[in-house]
């Protein structure tokens, strides 16, 4: 696709051509204090015009229609990241005046830089080809760009991590210490990287409370941190909705095209609350929004254990009961499904027999092939297997209901957290289209024992788990984003 992000305006057939400033590297230490390299990123921003500038005619673009429409128009999306590293290490709160006021200082000397470029490039290589139906069409020599378009603030979840390493693009800090897994199994404490340098300059880093950190998942309450530190890095979930908001307004202004950012609430947010940033994102002049409800996205409850009387086994502990399957008739009537997921459309057919039992499923995801579609079909077979046993079918799509992937997905306004998931919405569709009759236990169907214990629900949040590591995934800049590993998806 050439318009898969919603920060970057194009028209059809434009590709995006993005770039992001490390603007930790920004920071210079004057021998008293941390403070702006100006001068540096004055260098830096015109540089980065000039390559992204050149990339356009050096890509190979897939098709013919998008090398035209690209070069039409040339534009770039030159944007930055480690935003909050950056106001970690001068010593300044995200949620402050004083970061708004130094954010509309950087992102306005970013685009007026480049700029100048792009007036330079213009004059040396000529306007973009689309110049004349543009809104900068006239005999200003101000305007004649190179560029139809220079500053964008993309996602940078996976460059912040292999550039940096720093904070994902204008986000605050997540988390100040997590843990990642590695090949072998094992966990390694990883550590914000300014967070560990004021530590170590400070005199309060040790392994053990970096550690003692990832285990509370905050700072806020350790008596070993300073307070002004606490006071500095601020993360995600401590800053409230509005500053988050504000800080997005005030680089939007600098920004030609739109800026990805996540407005985190927490799970108590209401309705209003929503609105409210909503509201705010508008009038502050913001070209879009995304929000997050801590928890939205999943079932969160509370753990819940049932103890059971102790009851006599029905049979004996060497005398396990058998089963055998209903044999399949040739001829089955029955109905399909289509189910959207995050991995394309699903159609699962559920055939019943002359009783208008339940009786087999198959599943068919479009074009999938390989894993997907092997999955699919044991899904299908387990399935078709119970019911052929006699389990009641309520029962099988309980168990896989909410079943979790990396890519859930929405059809007709309800949740599709899985292929697994959409099969057990699937068989509940079709339970309410026919009255099904469950298959009577027999010699020849499953038996019940007597005492079995019902199991307790856990903690869930269904954001998503990685699927390279299984660590939780994190909103981030309207992505899903993992610090297990890096992965991350838009």
Not at 88 to 110: K, N, P, W
Not at 113 to 130: D, M, N, Q, Y
Not at 244 to 250: E, F, P, T
Request: charged share 25%; aromatic share 6%.
């Amino acid at each position: 696709a050439t318009n898969p992000c919603g920060e970057q305006v194009l028209l059809p057939y434009e590709s995006c051509n993005l770039g992001s400033i490390n603007l930790l590297n920004m920071v210079k230490n004057s021998g008293e204090k941390y403070e702006t390299d100006w001068d540096k990123l004055q260098v830096i921003v015109r540089r980065a015009v000039h390559f992204l500038d050149n990339v356009i005619d050096a890509n190979k673009h897939p098709i013919k229609e998008i090398e035209e429409k690209t070069k039409l128009t040339r534009k770039v999306g030159l944007g930055v990241m480690g935003w909050a590293s950056m106001l970690t290490r001068l010593g300044i709160s995200y949620d402050s005046q004083e970061a708004l006021d130094l954010a509309h200082q950087v992102m306005s000397f970013i685009l007026t830089e480049a700029r100048i470029k792009s007036l330079e490039l213009g004059r040396t290589k000529g306007v973009f080809p689309a110049f004349e139906q543009s809104v900068f069409a006239g005999d200003d020599d101000h305007k004649r760009f190179r560029n139809a378009t220079l500053t964008t603030l993309a996602p940078t979840g996976t460059i912040s991590i292999i550039g940096g390493p720093c904070s994902s693009g204008i986000e605050p800090i997540f988390s100040i210490c997590y843990y990642r897994n590695v090949m072998d199994q094992t966990k390694l404490v990883e550590t914000d990287p300014v967070f560990e340098i004021v530590a170590k300059e400070r005199g309060f880093y040790s392994e053990e409370l970096m550690r003692k950190i990832a285990d509370a998942g905050s700072i806020h309450g350790i008596e070993e941190i300073p307070e002004d530190v606490k006071r500095v890095f601020v993360t995600s979930h401590d800053i409230s909705p509005e500053w988050h908001v504000r800080m997005q307004a005030a680089f939007q202004q600098f920004t030609d095209n739109a800026v990805s950012k996540t407005i985190n609430f927490p799970n108590a947010a209401t309705i209003e609350d929503v609105q409210k940033a909503y509201q705010l994102a508008y009038e502050s002049g913001c070209k879009g929004i995304t929000v997050y409800r801590d928890g939205s996205r999943g079932d969160q409850v509370l753990n819940v254990s049932k103890k059971t009387d102790d009851v006599k086994p029905e049979f004996p502990m060497d005398e396990r009961p058998s089963v055998k399957p209903r044999p399949r008739p040739q001829v089955m009537a029955g109905a399909s499904i289509k189910m959207n997921t995050g991995c394309g459309s699903l159609y699962v057919t559920i055939n019943h027999d002359e009783h208008q039992e339940p009786f087999e499923l198959f599943t068919q995801m479009g074009k999938a092939g390989g894993c997907a579609s092997s999955q699919l079909e044991a899904i299908g077979r387990l399935v078709s297997l119970a019911l052929r046993s006699g389990v009641e079918p309520h029962e099988i799509a309980n168990q896989l209901r909410g079943i979790r992937c990396p890519a859930p997905s929405w059809d007709n306004g309800a949740k599709v957290l899985s292929c697994a998931d959409a099969i057990s919405q699937a068989v509940e569709k079709r339970l309410k289209q026919t009255t099904f009759v469950a298959a009577a236990p027999s010699a020849q169907a499953v038996v019940s024992h007597a005492g079995s214990s019902s199991h307790g629900k856990s903690m869930k949040n269904i954001v998503g788990v990685c699927p390279d590591c299984g660590n939780p995934l994190h909103h981030e800049e309207g992505c899903l984003k993992c610090y297990g590993c890096g992965f991350s998806k838009c």
